[in-house]
């Protein structure tokens, strides 16, 4: 089993960048794609970025440019950079892990979640 803990969260104006970060309670080894999803108050779950063997391989199209998604596989680590943030982006931003084949939106290709972390953007 492993744990996601997810940090960094927290509030901007408009245009401001912030860096989440998601650590593993265990090691996860390399066929392991991992993801940040977010979910707007209202709206569905959607997925945000997804890399795997340090690829990125899928962005929200939403977030393209602004928005980067890396792995550290020694601090065993997730990241996402967010910068020219939007009030569009405020969300409750969740890192996940899989290995069912998919790096991408569909969360059902997704075995361990963290519990999210607030990120609000205000105008």
């Known amino acids: 089993q492993v744990k996601l803990v997810e940090s960094g969260g927290g509030s901007v104006q408009t245009g401001g960048s912030l860096r989440l970060s998601c650590a593993a309670s265990?090691?996860?080894?390399?066929?392991?794609?991992m993801a940040w999803f977010r979910r707007a108050p209202g709206k569905e779950r959607e997925g945000v970025a997804c890399?795997?063997?340090?690829?990125?391989?899928y962005y929200l199209s939403s977030v393209k440019g602004r928005f980067t998604i890396t792995r550290d596989y020694v601090a065993n680590t997730l990241n996402l950079q967010m910068d020219d943030l939007k009030p569009e982006d405020t969300a409750i931003y969740s890192c996940?892990?899989?290995?069912?084949?998919?790096?991408?939106?569909?969360?059902?290709?997704?075995?361990?979640w963290g519990q999210g972390a607030q990120v609000t953007v205000s105008s």
């Open positions: 265990n090691p996860i080894d390399g066929t392991y794609y």
């Open positions: 890399v795997y063997l340090s690829r990125p391989t």
């Open positions: 996940a892990a899989g290995n069912f084949g998919y790096c991408g939106n569909v969360t059902a290709k997704y075995r361990y």
